[in-house]
């Protein structure tokens, strides 16, 4: 297991099934170790929209970030990423091509805290941005203070199944105050 401050992240296109034109994405990020999760909109995959949501993730953080681990999309791998990462002293991994399960962990959350959430229409105005925004914030809330949630600890197979064992529930933030790794403040 990793300790806290190792996030993943990854986007998901609110295109509504046309891939054409201008519309939102939403840039989420999870943290490996205590599941603790932050979502925002941003207008676009430039670089300037996904650094600034990314900043704004990060303080919104109870810990510091210490490493990203995006996937091979163009948001990600790309010089400005990179040099907001050095600037920040932020270490910086990437997937290996089609193996989606690099990320699992922002990948589950994409579908439980972002389909399941929002949809799957289209949203390209300011106003759906706005609301959207708006929307992760409270939702955020109630699922890192007050959701609990189960972590996979072991995996086994016996035979053709898989045995799997589950940490107790808690939600993110009771994850965080029990860590040893996390500073009180």
């Known amino acids: 297991s990793v300790e806290p401050g190792h996030v993943q992240l990854d986007t998901v296109g609110h295109d509504g099934g046309i891939s054409s034109g201008d519309y939102t994405f939403t840039l989420t990020l999870s943290d490996v170790c205590t599941g603790w999760t932050e979502r ?46 050095k600037t920040n002293k ?8 089609g193996r989606k399960n690099d990320n699992c962990w922002v990948e589950q959350k994409n579908f ?3 389909r399941k959430l929002v949809g799957y229409g289209r949203y390209g105005s300011p106003e759906a941005l706005e609301a959207l925004n708006g929307l992760y914030r409270v939702q955020g809330v109630l699922q890192n203070y007050v959701l609990p949630s189960m972590k996979l ?33």
Not at 50 to 68: C, G, N, S, Y
Not at 90 to 97: C, F, K, T
Not at 158 to 177: F, H, N
Request: hydrophobic share 30%; proline share 6%.
């Open 112 to 114: 439980d805290t972002v």
């Open 40 to 85: 925002r909109a941003v207008k676009n995959r430039a670089s300037r929209w996904i650094t600034d949501a990314l900043r704004e993730m990060r303080q919104a953080m109870p810990f510091p970030v210490k490493h990203l681990h995006p996937d091979n999309g163009s948001e990600f791998i790309n010089i400005n990423l990179y040099r907001y990462c």
């Open 153 to 185: 600890r072991d995996k086994t197979r016996i035979g053709s199944r898989i045995q799997k064992l589950y940490d107790k529930p808690m939600t993110p933030a009771q994850r965080v105050l029990g860590h040893k790794d996390i500073s009180k403040e």
């Open 90 to 97: 932020i270490g910086l991994s990437r997937s290996r091509a």
